[in-house]
């Protein structure tokens, strides 16, 4: 059973407060109280499926049809959730740090929803698509009937702009992510079991920069021990408070 989330010490609070720049990198327990399963731990998405079968472009070519019929059930859970309160909080925070940028590992489309404004997307976002033959995007491509394949006005296979087992991350996203990272003096690391190269290298990065980080996590991770402050419990709850504590030493200064 979790702990109940403890007390934000001052000391974390005032470094907040003289923050500039501000980093939130998220991963799925950011989601998870909407409702969105998180990929590791007992009800993750990798323990009932297997990733190579699901998520690789071996598997497109393989059986399009199964791994279209899979996100397009992802699709649907996702479409009828809604941003949980850690998602509001940050995107609150951006009028109290004009420089935050959010750097998230889902594909859940849920910060923008709740109204972040400048998010990167390393994993992409399950409701974009692609032709893989001439590339034209597909913004809302119509879910494919059960064991049948979207195609492209070309001929091309459209497949979800979502990043596979053993794909590149997006160039222009990972390049902008690093330049945040790199200049941010505040880094919160937040829902992420911190373990899927290269994003979960951007912890170090920031720390190596001199920025103050914070993990926001019921368990502790591997980059619990180097983060400078460890928030234990659900990000719904640390959030807010967060975002609430910082507020109002804003407002008095
Ligand atoms: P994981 O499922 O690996 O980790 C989720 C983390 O969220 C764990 O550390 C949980 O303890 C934590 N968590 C659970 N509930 C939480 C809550 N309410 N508040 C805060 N934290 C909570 O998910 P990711 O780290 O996002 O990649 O996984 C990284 C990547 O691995 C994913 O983007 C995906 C996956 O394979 C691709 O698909 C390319």
């Known amino acids: 059973m979790n702990q109940p989330p403890q007390e934000i010490p001052r000391g974390l609070i005032d470094q907040c407060v003289s923050a500039r720049e501000v980093v939130a990198f998220t991963g799925a327990g950011v989601s998870a109280e909407s409702g969105v399963p998180t990929f590791r731990g007992p009800e993750g998405i990798w323990t009932k499926f297997k990733p190579e079968e699901l998520a690789s472009m071996d598997a497109f070519m393989k059986n399009p049809a199964l791994v279209w019929e ?18 509001v909080a940050l995107a609150e925070m951006e009028q109290i740090f ?34 893989m033959q001439c590339g034209k995007a597909y913004p809302d491509v119509v879910l494919p009937e059960r064991g049948s394949v979207p ?11 979502v990043v596979w087992f053993g ?6 996203e ?16 937040i829902g992420t079991s911190a373990i899927v190269y290269p994003a979960a290298s951007l912890p170090s990065l920031a720390r190596r920069n001199g920025a103050v980080v914070v993990e ?4 502790p991770t591997p980059l619990t021990e180097t983060a400078d402050w460890f928030l234990q419990g659900p990000a719904g709850e640390i959030l807010p408070e967060l975002h609430r504590r910082i507020a109002s030493i804003k407002k008095k200064a």
């Open 70 to 87: 899979w996100y397009a059930h992802r699709r649907t859970i996702i479409g009828a959730v809604h941003p949980n309160p850690a998602h």
């Open 98 to 131: 004009p420089r935050m940028t959010v750097v998230t590992q889902n594909i859940d489309n849920l910060h923008r929803r709740a109204g972040s404004k400048r998010v990167f997307e390393l994993h992409g976002n399950i409701e974009r698509s692609y032709c």
């Open 167 to 172: 794909e590149m991350l997006p160039e222009e």
């Open 216 to 219: 926001v996590n019921p368990e």
């Open 174 to 189: 990972w390049e902008s992510s690093v330049a945040a990272t790199t200049s941010a003096d505040l880094f919160l690391s």
């Open 151 to 161: 195609k492209c006005t070309c001929g091309g296979t459209i497949r979800p702009d």
